[in-house]
């Protein structure tokens, strides 16, 4: 029941009371007036609400219309987005695909630079030693394969690697390590005769090779021959082998000239 009845029954009660005691309905004239006033403002407001009512009801209706229309349009939208990221994402996989034979190519590429590099670095070091050769002291009158002659042997070996004349250097380091092992030079013959092989690419001998340097006691050729070892496995492919040599001249060599190389190289092949 609404406000409008309540007041309905409300003065229906009061005229009835007036009809019934008609002395006490003069005291109650001046509350009857208020009453009849407070009917009708409660009548116009029903009226306004009814009014209010006919124009609100469409504008609802309309609004819910649009929401409705707005909720397939965003459907639709929604559908077309999901497109489009699907899309991106089939884009996304070729291009992870492109990626990985990039990864491949670039790996193949950065092999090739490094051995380069190693070249460039072993040539570089073997002038390096002929050159000191050279300037340092020599005595012509100690034994024939001490001193003198065991030093001009070795430079004339030591040309033919950067030549480039291998099997000519290998039998003069050979014939220099199986003379004298106690030569000074002794150690770095040994790591020369390793470097031919592995330029000659024969990485299975220069490995064997490499790993005779170590037998000499004081030689400062160690951690040249811990690198090579390394690089030596990766070029024969053996990864597992190549990282654990690459580990070694970072745990045993830290202030080696090539640790960074080392942790550069078993970083790419922590990658791969």
């Known amino acids: ?12 009660f009061i005229l009835s009371f007036e009809l019934i005691f008609p002395q006490s309905s003069k005291n109650y004239d001046k509350e009857l007036r208020r ?33 409705v229309s707005s909720k397939a349009q965003q459907d639709s939208i929604t559908v077309v987005m999901m497109k489009r990221i699907n899309t991106l994402n ?9 990626a990985k034979f990039m990864d491949s190519t670039s790996l193949e590429i950065y092999n090739k630079l490094v051995m380069i590099e190693n070249k460039i670095v072993t040539l570089t070091n073997s002038y390096s030693e002929m050159s000191q050769m050279k300037s340092g002291p020599s005595n012509s009158n100690e034994p024939q394969f001490n001193a003198a002659k065991y030093k001009k042997h070795y430079m004339k070996s030591l040309g033919f690697f950067q030549n480039q004349q291998y099997d000519d250097a290998i039998k003069g380091f050979y014939e220099l390590v199986s003379s004298d092992a106690t030569n000074d030079l002794a150690d770095n013959c040994q790591y020369w005769l390793a470097e031919c092989y592995y330029s000659k690419k024969d990485f299975k001998r220069a490995i064997a090779e490499f790993v005779k340097v170590f037998n000499y006691a004081g030689t400062d050729k160690d951690d040249d021959a811990q690198l090579k070892l390394g690089l030596s496995y990766q070029s ?7 990282k654990e040599e690459f580990q070694r001249l970072i745990d045993y060599f830290p202030g080696s000239e090539y640790y960074p190389k080392a942790k550069d190289a078993l970083r790419k092949l922590s990658i791969d």
């Open 35 to 67: 009453l009849n006033a407070k009917i009708d403002r409660v009548r116009v407001l029903v009226d306004s609400l009814e009014f209010n009512d006919r124009l609100l009801l469409p504008e609802l209706m309309s609004a819910f219309r649009k929401s």
């Open 90 to 98: 089939n884009k996304i996989a070729k291009l992870e695909n492109q």
């Open 1 to 12: 029941m609404n406000k409008f009845s309540i007041y309905i029954l409300f003065l229906s």
């Open 236 to 242: 024969m492919g053996s990864i597992g082998k190549a």
